[in-house]
């Protein structure tokens, strides 16, 4: 064997309890007979022989591919179609459990990045809106300074309800252009009809702000229902020192 003829000599400064524990060794080397040094010697092959085995049986774990991520370390993780189509399923059956509705859009979600699949029904805008009409409705589009009326039920990406004015019992109303509402949600509205139906999708960038004094906790997509009941016109009054607004 190879590791039996070879001889290691330190110097005396080193030798000792460093590298052995055995009571044979001592600390100096006055005086010493060469038995000593050949049981610091024979301490020093067994270590080495021993660091010797470990490396070569990380090599063989490193090889064999029991650490598969050191051979990838430092390389960009690429998307995994199997990895997209799986996140597809399991969105699809968390909206099932949920009872989301029909048609209801699906959210493959990795992180912070967010993929919208959708039927062909829905309408893509310039700004990231997704909407889609399932009843057009009748009369003009509101404009900003009137008040509009409406139903909605709001949901999130796994199709769980988490707000809605039919169980409310009361339709919600507002005035265009006051800033009273999400972005998303007022650019969804502004070119409905009064008995329109439409479904709108929110992206984050046009949703609610985040944070811990709303009611949203993460940047996700929001999808509501709604249903534009009537448009009515405003106009502000003043009697005395009061002020109101009246819409009819």
Request: hydrophobic share 30%; charged share 25%.
């Amino acid at each position: 064997m190879l590791l039996a003829s070879f001889r290691l000599n330190f110097p005396c400064t080193v030798q000792g309890t460093i590298f052995c524990q055995r009571k044979q060794l001592t600390h100096g080397c006055k005086d010493q007979k060469s038995k000593d040094y050949i049981v610091q010697d024979s301490c020093m092959l067994q270590h080495s022989e021993k660091a010797l085995r470990r490396t070569l049986f990380l090599s063989v774990l490193v090889s064999a591919g029991v650490f598969p991520t050191l051979s990838s370390y430092g390389k960009t993780k690429s998307k995994n179609p199997y990895d997209e189509k799986r996140l597809l399923q399991q969105n699809r059956r968390i909206q099932k459990e949920n009872n989301a509705p029909e048609d209801f859009p699906n959210f493959v979600r990795e992180g912070f990045q967010v993929k919208v699949v959708s039927s062909d029904n829905y309408v893509k805008s310039d700004s990231g809106l997704i909407y889609r009409d399932f009843v057009v409705g009748q009369g003009d589009f509101p404009k900003d300074g009137q008040q509009v009326t409406f139903h909605y039920i709001g949901y999130n990406e796994s199709g769980r309800r988490i707000d809605s004015t039919y169980l409310q019992g009361s339709p919600a109303k507002i005035r265009m252009g006051t800033k009273g509402l999400v972005p998303g949600f007022e650019e969804g509205i502004k070119d409905m009809r009064p008995g329109g139906k439409r479904r709108i999708i929110i992206p984050p960038e046009l949703g609610p702000p985040v944070g811990p004094s709303t009611f949203f906790s993460s940047k996700q997509f929001e999808v509501f229902d709604v249903e534009l009941l009537s448009v009515q016109n405003c106009e502000r009054r003043t009697i005395a020192f009061y002020s109101d607004v009246i819409c009819n």
